[in-house]
Nanobody, 121 residues
Framework: QVQLVESGGGLVQPGGSLRLSCAASGRIFSINAMGWYRQAIGKQRELVAAITSGGSTNYQDSVKGRFTISRDNAKNTVYLQMNSLKPEDTAVYYC???????????????WGQGTQVTVSS
């Protein structure tokens, strides 16, 4: 089994910054893509940013230039640096990873428990 543990959420004023971390542990042979999603109250979960094992990144248009996703493959950890935060960034942020437990296994999707980010004055 694989666990994803997120940290770094909290309350921040508009214009402020937060850094989210997500560490994967358990039966891990390799990790393909990792990403961050968010879900605001009354809205569907949406992709914020994703990064491949090779470092290629993809961002939602609304966060381009403000958020940066990165990963440390040696630590099985993905990060999301969020700058110039806006009230509309308020949501529960979820970590996602495509993990396989052995060389013959297929990749499976795993999710973290979510961390609340609130942007308010």
């Amino acid at each position: 089994q694989v666990q994803l543990v997120e940290s770094g959420g909290g309350l921040v004023q508009p214009g402020g910054s937060l850094r989210l971390s997500c560490a994967a542990s358990g039966r891990i042979f390799s990790i393909n893509a990792m990403g961050w999603y968010r879900q605001a109250i009354g809205k569907q979960r949406e992709l914020v940013a994703a990064i491949t094992s090779g470092g290629s990144t993809n961002y939602q248009d609304s966060v381009k230039g403000r958020f940066t996703i990165s990963r440390d493959n040696a630590k099985n950890t993905v990060y999301l640096q969020m700058n110039s935060l806006k009230p509309e960034d308020t949501a529960v942020y979820y970590c996602n990873a495509e993990v396989r437990g052995s060389i013959i296994a297929r990749y499976l999707d795993y999710w973290g428990q979510g961390t609340q980010v609130t942007v308010s004055s």
